[in-house]
């Protein structure tokens, strides 16, 4: 695959020295990959991502991946934080209210390959926006197929090392933070993010169901 080099200006020096440990996948929320396109490299606008998909399949890059984009914002995942110096950014066309088109899809799944293998990342290191900014973002959302990419083993969440049998607020907070979910949030918001990757159209009070999705989708190493 070779993108289409559209440069952003929006972007700078990774800190610290940080290299890409993760990938963030978003959706644009916009109506057409162009309009995405030219917002991602409006100076005005201080937004942007390495890579953005349009739903034919199409990938333009904007910025390099030894760059710093500015596509997460705050947040926090597994305890860290500056997203931006540690990931990748890769943008869908899609406004969230579709499914993702399977041209799109496809052209994700082999940008993720070499993205993973270029950085030596896992696949427990890819995550949505929704993931490590919960309360703040929801892409890439309810309709993306996660499921799809865990079963190439090109996403999953890492192992869990506590106890699954419980269901209550205290005991998911404690199982969710194991995954990932490390931001200051209040129980509801958690619940909510973790729903939006692992059962993204169950809704109420917390369920054993919302465990045992978390569960079964740990990735046995």
Same mark, same amino acid.
């Given at each position: ?31 057409? +990959? ?18 953005? &998909? ?78 490590? +900014? ?31 049998? +419980? ?6 907070? &404690? ?17 909510? +993010? ?28």
């Amino acid at each position: 695959m070779q993108p289409l080099w559209h440069p952003s200006p929006n972007f700078g020096p990774r800190r610290d020295g940080l290299t890409p440990r993760f990938v963030v996948i978003h959706y644009t929320a916009m109506t057409s +990959a162009e309009a995405a396109l030219k917002r991602l490299c409006l100076p005005e606008a201080e937004v942007s991502a390495h890579y953005l &998909i349009g739903a034919d399949g199409k990938v333009w890059q904007m910025v390099r991946e030894e760059d710093r984009a500015w596509h997460a914002g705050a947040g926090e995942w597994r305890g860290l934080s500056d997203l931006n110096s540690r990931s990748v950014g890769i943008e869908l066309d899609n406004t969230g209210a579709t499914p993702f088109a399977q041209p799109q899809m496809v052209a994700l799944e082999v940008l993720l390959r070499t993205i993973l293998a270029r950085w030596e990342i896992p696949p427990e290191n890819v995550i949505g926006h929704s993931d490590m +900014a919960p309360g703040r973002k929801i892409d890439p959302g309810p309709r993306f197929d996660w499921k799809r990419l865990e079963r190439q083993g090109l996403a999953a969440t890492c192992a869990l090392d506590v106890d699954h049998s +419980a269901t209550t607020a205290e005991h998911f907070s &404690i199982l969710a933070r194991s995954a990932g979910y490390t931001a200051d949030i209040d129980d509801d918001t958690l619940l909510a +993010a973790v729903r939006l990757r692992h059962r993204p159209y169950a809704n109420g009070p917390l369920e054993q169901e919302d465990v045992s999705a978390l569960i079964d989708s740990v990735r046995i190493a």
